[in-house]
């Protein structure tokens, strides 16, 4: 599976054979075909292994109300990214030749949607964020950081953008809460985020999307 998962995100989803799985992993595919009869079969395994990441991600609801607990949530986003880096890339694709694998992905997209526009609403009731000007804005905004989570990596392939790390990916999502922070808001993140956002922004590197792991 490990090997595969780095096949499928060096070379995308489609263009992976289950005898280059083999290759990979240093054994016949005759021996990968009794554990796993077709690439399709290893893809679900990969898609359960996920889904256990995403579940447990998903299963915090009011555990992190601070900015750091929502910082801290958005690196375990961001390692999942990292890992399965294909099932984001191939969005499409995924949903073309797998398409219960994409019912199951919109569960998810749900849930985590919800679980932002939670986080939203608690952070409004702390005064951390301003009250809403406009019906729905939370439950919109909510919606817009999902699309940056899920679409970080491939809006920065499409295009040509290296600049792929830690730091990148939550500037462009606190960027979206900035300008709603009360002051007791902006304080907080002023000492709790900011110099941690720096610090990975000053760290960054360019990265190959072809040797993501």
């Known amino acids: 599976m490990k090997s595969a998962i780095g096949l499928f995100n060096q070379k995308g989803l ?12 240093g054994i016949s595919v005759g021996n990968l075909a009794y554990h796993y009869h077709s690439k399709k079969a290893i893809v679900l395994a990969i898609d359960s292994e996920l889904g256990e990441e995403l579940e447990l991600l998903l299963s915090i609801d009011q555990n992190f109300p601070s900015l750091l607990d929502f910082d801290n949530h958005l690196g375990r986003y961001f390692f999942i ?3 399965y880096s294909f099932y984001f890339l191939d969005l499409l694709e995924i949903e073309r ?3 219960k694998l994409h019912s199951k992905r919109v569960d998810y997209v749900e849930k985590m949607i919800a679980q932002i526009h939670e986080w939203l609403l608690l952070n409004v009731e702390k005064e951390i964020l301003r009250p809403e000007k406009m019906e729905n804005q939370y439950q919109h905004l909510a919606e817009s950081i999902w699309m940056i989570i ?3 990596l491939t809006q920065r392939q499409v295009r040509g953008k290296t600049d792929i790390g830690e730091g ?3 500037e462009f999502v606190w960027n979206q809460l900035i300008p709603l922070f009360t002051e007791a808001g902006w304080m907080e993140f002023e000492a709790v ?21």
């Open 14 to 25: 489609v263009n992976v054979r289950l005898q280059q799985i083999a290759d990979e992993t």
């Open 81 to 83: 990214l990292n890992r």
């Open 97 to 99: 030749a797998y398409p």
């Open 150 to 152: 899920t679409f970080w």
């Open 168 to 170: 990148h990916f939550k």
């Open 193 to 213: 985020i900011l110099p941690q956002l720096k610090f990975y922004l000053d760290q960054s590197i360019s990265v190959d999307f072809r040797k993501l792991p």
